[in-house]
């Protein structure tokens, strides 16, 4: 039986001391990409030349693999739309943004693709992951975020959305960083990516809600995924009550749009009360 494809989508703004290495072990990957999708968001530094150098390298070196690179002229200024465009031109069967800042060992992409292979009902498959970059910044907002990671289902499985969103994700964002997801090419996904691009911090937690809707969702524990917390990320330099605002909107969609148990809504009516009394917020 013939594997799934995979595309890989690079959203780059500015990482040009990235790009040549994370290029690299994403195309030397044991489950090969069949599709690179690199998005420019109109960098300030040397990126494009850095990925014409790098692409004109790996297009003879991985013939068998598209490679497509889209420059924005003007900044975005939202994450989310860059995703949804990359997936918008995407042509394999499973999506992975990978993240260049992030980095994986050499079978992440193995991991993450079988779940798809098992169960054909399979709509986001993600493992573990370990933090890496600045370990003072890092520790710093562990110290205020982990309060939203904890309590994950144990062990490798393969769960329906509705157990998925009613254990984790309804209440908090299980998912350590999208570099660590594979997800199907579904067409609803730009549609769900159009709602992302509404949140500054929290539309991947959104997004990963509304796969959750679509079908099952897979973990392996391993930690596969280095995902690395820079000290001048979104996160680091917003206001936690902006955060905790954000929160509360993915709180309110995930209950409107599925039938939670009684309680899941009281653990997110905890988890609310308890990130105001530890955020010192009114």
Known sequence: MERPSVTAILPNYNY??????RLEEILTQTYPVSEVIILDDAS??????????????QRKAHPDVEFLF?????????VFLQWRKGVI?????????????DSCVEDFLETAVAPFEKNKKAVLS????????????????RQKYDILRKKHLPGKYIASGKRELNKNLAIFNSIPNVSACVFKNIP??????????????????????????KGKIAYSP????????????????TSLEDRYKEIKRVHSEAV??????PSTLRKIEKLEKKLKRKWRLS
């Open 188 to 213: 609803e996904l730009p549609k769900i990516l159009g709602g992302a691009k509404n949140y500054k911090l929290c539309g991947d937690w959104f997004f990963y809600t509304k796969l959750a809707e």
């Open 126 to 141: 993600y493992t573990g992951s370990k933090l890496v970059g600045d370990v003072k910044k890092r520790d710093k907002l």
């Open 44 to 57: 300030t530094d040397n990126s494009v030349a850095v990925i014409n150098r790098e692409l004109k390298k």
């Open 256 to 261: 409107l749009a599925n039938d939670l148990r």
């Open 89 to 101: 031109e995407a042509s394999s069967e499973l999506i992975w943004i990978a993240e260049l800042d």
């Open 222 to 237: 391993e930690k596969l995924n280095l995902h690395r917390l820079s000290s001048d990320s979104v996160t680091s330099n």
């Open 70 to 78: 889209i420059k924005n002229e003007k900044n975005s200024g939202n």
């Open 16 to 21: 040009s001391d990235f790009f040549p290495s």
